[in-house]
């Protein structure tokens, strides 16, 4: 049977995020047909005029639901979708004019019902988004597990950047009502239904992700919190390299009590990890602001991840809490 390829792109109070991506899908170089899925997440801020300007360049259906988060819009958008491979999107992604046709070389040569492509940093994007995307990409940091060749976990997928065919989608329900952690917790089900998924490297797209300290911070948190539950829901999946941002939280704090007593060794193995994380940070963004700034965000990612990942699991395994009772924030009611 060939591919037919809908996108779905939920979005919730960002019009002007759609109005980037939808450009450049105008941008792309493809004789390829798809069409694009537009779902409004209950947002007060609509896109539906936005959306409405590119109805005589590209192919979309919009639709408007009640809140009920990405995962379930998600799940919305590809019951109403037309085609028999979905590829998901975030709002505040921007499209490469290659993206098409590279995905669908790679699914010719190597088919598989899931795919995920990394994510980088546009020219255009500030410092500050260049930064947070180093820390969230570099190998000295996530491992490569965010879209490396070179990743030291088997690949799982993640939504801002991710296919999926129909009859995978259909056998495995599609996403869960949690947030984060949706898009791993879907590709640990799909292994455990037979599905493969792989890394397109080729198949990237610029992805704006959190502009401010603060925002990042609380995604980094939400990621820590969540990855104890998954365990939970997952035991196979359980790895000690989950535990590395929360050791070194924990390590820092040990080494600055230790420096107070002028007790210097263990503080400077930090200062060689900084230095190094700055020299690799340079080299790869060629700009020594950004790499003045990454070494913030690799600071507030394992802060913000350590912290959460520790609290969860404390909360999950030692005081044995429900993860929906104990943290309701992360977690949405089906709509649909």
């Not at 809908?6 to 450009?23: A, K």
């Not at 004789?31 to 694009?36: L, N, V, W």
């Not at 040569?109 to 969230?136: E, R, T, W």
């Amino acid at each position: 049977m060939p591919l037919q390829f809908s996108f779905i792109i939920p979005v919730y109070n960002r019009p002007d995020e759609i109005q980037e991506l939808l450009q450049s899908f105008v941008g792309l170089k493809t004789t390829t047909d798809y069409e694009i899925v537009i779902v409004e997440d209950g947002s007060s801020i609509s896109s539906k005029e936005v959306v409405e300007t590119f109805k005589q360049k590209l192919s979309i259906s919009y639709f408007f639901k009640e809140n009920s988060g990405p995962g379930d819009s998600r799940n919305f958008g590809m019951k109403h979708a037309k085609g028999n491979y979905f590829i998901i999107l975030d709002s505040d992604c921007i499209l490469p004019e290659n993206y098409l046709n590279e995905f669908e070389k790679s699914l010719k040569q190597d088919y598989v019902d899931c795919y995920g492509g990394p994510d980088a940093a546009h020219p255009s994007f500030s410092n500050l988004q260049k930064a947070i995307n180093f820390s969230m990409t570099s190998f000295i940091t996530t491992g490569g597990i965010r879209g490396n060749k070179n990743s030291v976990d088997r690949f799982q997928p993640r939504s801002f950047n991710m296919g999926i065919s129909k009859n995978a989608f259909l056998a495995s329900n599609g996403f869960g009502f949690i947030h984060p952690g949706e898009d791993p917790d879907l590709s640990i089900r799909l292994w455990d239904l037979g599905f493969k998924t792989k890394l397109i490297p080729e198949a990237f797209v610029y992805h704006k992700r959190r502009i401010s300290w603060s925002k990042f911070y609380k995604q980094v948190h939400e990621f820590g919190l969540v990855r104890p539950i998954l365990n939970f829901w997952h035991p196979s999946t359980k790895k000690i390299t989950y535990w590395f941002p929360s050791l070194f939280v924990l390590g820092f704090l040990f080494s600055t009590l230790l420096f107070l007593f002028n007790v210097k060794v263990f503080l400077l193995v930090y200062v060689f990890y900084f230095v190094f994380a700055f020299i690799i940070a340079l080299i790869s963004t060629k700009n020594a602001v950004v790499s003045v700034l990454s070494l913030i965000a690799i600071a507030v990612q394992f802060f913000g991840y350590g912290y959460g990942f520790l609290k969860s699991t404390l909360a999950i395994n030692l005081f044995k809490k429900n993860p929906e009772t104990y943290f309701p924030n992360l977690f949405f009611k089906s709509t649909c």
